[in-house]
């Protein structure tokens, strides 16, 4: 019976809470990340296309690491805002640190600044580099006399295991050093930034 009582009284307790009508959907954002991921996709795949096309094995290959990289950079980099405290950057923006204001700013808006990083860039390098790879395909295809089947497979199949091997050690890294990658981040793209 005590706890019958217990549950009555605290559920009554619960529902005289007024409920806060928050909204769901940042429209604006959607669009301006839809915007960005549009232009930034563009960008990238005319770097690619254009270096690709008339490039021998070795750039290509040079080229898909690169976007390899950057994607599980981007990654370590959105995970870290995430994580990181924004005390140890309050702090350092006390003391005038470069790149500690941005830091904050990107703490402040961890989901917006985490989703650019990891949704915007990490999905396009992964979509230029596995295009990237079929370029390399058809080079090594054509130059060696294989089987653009075989050979797509297996660049692709080379391509996911990195991508995917190096953002799960890339994750590890980022939960146990964010704030020394997020810092380091900060700095460097605060000489873009306004100089902030």
Known sequence: MKTKNYKEKYSKK?????IKNKRLVDWKWIITV????????????FFSEGITEHANSIVATIIILLFIALGIIFDMVGISITVADIKTFNSMATKKVRGANLAVRLIQNSEKASSFCNDVIGDICGIVSGSAGVALAA????SNNLSMFTTTLIITAIIASLTIGGKAIGKATAINKSTVILYEF???ASLFLSGK
Request: glycine residues 0%; aromatic residues 8%; hydrophobic residues 50%.
């Open 14 to 18: 619960v529902s005289k809470k007024p």
């Open 34 to 45: 839809t915007t960005l991921a549009f232009l930034i996709s563009i960008l990238f795949s």
């Open 139 to 142: 080079i090594l295809s054509s």
């Open 186 to 188: 900060s700095k460097v």
